[in-house]
Every structure is written in structure tokens, then in C-alpha cells.
Antibody, heavy 122, light 107 residues
Framework: QVHLQESGPGLVKPSQTLSLTCTVS??????????WNWIRHHPGKGLEWIGY???????EFNPSLKSRVIIMGDTSENQVSLRLSSVTAADTAVYYC???????????????WGPGTSVTVS | DVQLTQSPSSLSASVGDIVTVTCRAS??????LNWYQKKPGKAPKLLIF???SLQSGVPSRFSGSGYGTDFTLTIDSLEPEDFATYYC?????????FGRGTKLDIK
């Protein structure tokens, strides 16, 4: 069973870049069929999918954030990273990494989640 | 983007009740609709994937149905641990959008 753990600074200044890491254990980020997603939950609001990187390195992003987002994989550390540039207070949220396993497109939901990491932009 | 409209936005019920939450998509997403349970301070938990498939380890009192644009999550015989917020999410078309949630609390 894959286990995910997010890490990163809890406080980021406006206009700076938010950088988070998701450490994957119990499986390799390059294992076939896996998609590694980032999702965020704004305080008192709903969930927002940010984007993913696949086992083969393909990426897909939410167009609302695409100009500011980079998602990368580090196979040597078995980690997936999220970088969100030019942050504002609107980026304050709990950030989660979550995995999808699918032999094709990521159709079947995100079944493993990290506990999340809270980020405040101030 | 595919918009998902959940109803109701909130719901009060008692232990033992049967509850139903609906999710309507702005366009057909065939079967690619998932349901999550979220409790405060915890990560979302996948309950149902592909509209009606029960995720491993999830109690059988949870069930899902639907196809195309209209979907339903049903919880048979509510247990105390079921009081939470429920979200639908479509995985048919990027961006993979979520509904706004249905908060289920104790009557």
C-alpha cells in the first residue's frame, strides 16, 4: 500500500513561490499506472484539483492555475513536488497529494491521500 | 470545465436513517464520477469510484448509482461515524472538478 506525506513551509509571503514535496513510500513514483495529484482545500470552501504528474512524467494542470504551477517528479528521492508561483492570500489552503491508479487515463478516483499540509500566504 | 452541482448543500439526519445525495454534471461524464467523505482535519476518503464501484474497505452501507449527468450517493442506516461532508468529483475530463459538498450533520 502506497503511503504519502506532504511537507513544506506553512507560511509563504505574497508574490513568492510556494514549494511543497510529497514523499511516496510503499511504491515507486515511476511504477506503471500511477498518477500523482495535488489538490487543495480552501478554508470553509470546497476542493480544487491542481494537477498531476503521471508515472511516465506526463503532466496535466488545472487551467485556472496552469500559468503558475509546476509539478515534477524526483525518482531518486521518490518524491513529487509542487511549485506555485506569485502566490496571494487566495492560495491559502490545505494542500494534499493523492494517487490514482489506472491502466489508462486517471478515471478511477484518488484512493490514497497524504494527511495534508496547511499553507498560509501572509 | 465540467460543473458539478450537489444537492442538498446540507442535510440533517439521525443514526439509522437512509440518506441520499445527488450530483448533477453540466455535461455527460459517462460513468466517471467518484464520491469522497471528508471530516475536519482529515484528508478526503474515496468511497465510490466509477459511479457505483465500492472502494476496498468501505462499508457496504455506502452505494452509488448513475450514468451520464445524474448520480446518487446513498448511505443505508447511518452510523455515528458517517457524519461528515461528502463531495462528488468527475474524472472524465480535465480539469477534474469537485462538487461544492454536502454537509451531513446529526439531527
Amino acid at each position: 500500500q502506497v503511503h504519502l506525506q506532504e511537507s513544506g513551509p506553512g507560511l509563504v509571503k505574497p508574490s513568492q513561490t510556494l514549494s511543497l514535496t510529497c514523499t511516496v513510500s510503499g511504491g515507486s513514483i515511476s511504477s506503471g499506472g500511477y498518477y500523482w495529484n495535488w489538490i487543495r482545500h480552501h478554508p470553509g470552501k470546497g476542493l480544487e484539483w491542481i494537477g498531476y504528474i503521471s508515472h511516465s512524467g506526463n503532466t496535466e494542470f488545472n487551467p485556472s492555475l496552469k500559468s503558475r504551477v509546476i509539478i515534477m517528479g524526483d525518482t531518486s528521492e521518490n518524491q513529487v513536488s509542487l511549485r506555485l508561483s506569485s502566490v496571494t492570500a487566495a492560495d491559502t489552503a490545505v494542500y494534499y497529494c493523492a494517487s490514482t491508479y489506472s491502466s489508462g487515463p486517471p478515471y478511477y478516483g484518488m484512493d490514497v491521500w497524504g494527511p495534508g499540509t496547511s499553507v498560509t500566504v501572509s | 470545465d465540467v460543473q458539478l452541482t450537489q444537492s442538498p448543500s446540507s442535510l440533517s439526519a439521525s443514526v439509522g436513517d437512509i440518506v441520499t445525495v445527488t450530483c448533477r454534471a453540466s455535461q455527460s461524464i459517462t460513468m466517471y464520477l467518484n464520491w469522497y467523505q471528508k471530516k475536519p482535519g482529515k484528508a478526503p476518503k474515496l468511497l465510490i469510484f466509477a459511479a457505483s464501484s465500492l472502494q476496498s474497505g468501505v462499508p457496504s452501507r455506502f452505494s452509488g448509482s448513475g450514468y451520464g449527468t445524474d448520480f446518487t450517493l446513498t448511505i443505508d442506516s447511518l452510523e455515528p461515524e458517517d457524519f461528515a461532508t461528502y463531495y462528488c468529483q468527475q474524472s472524465s475530463t480535465s480539469p477534474y472538478t469537485f462538487g461544492r459538498g454536502t454537509k451531513l450533520d446529526i439531527k
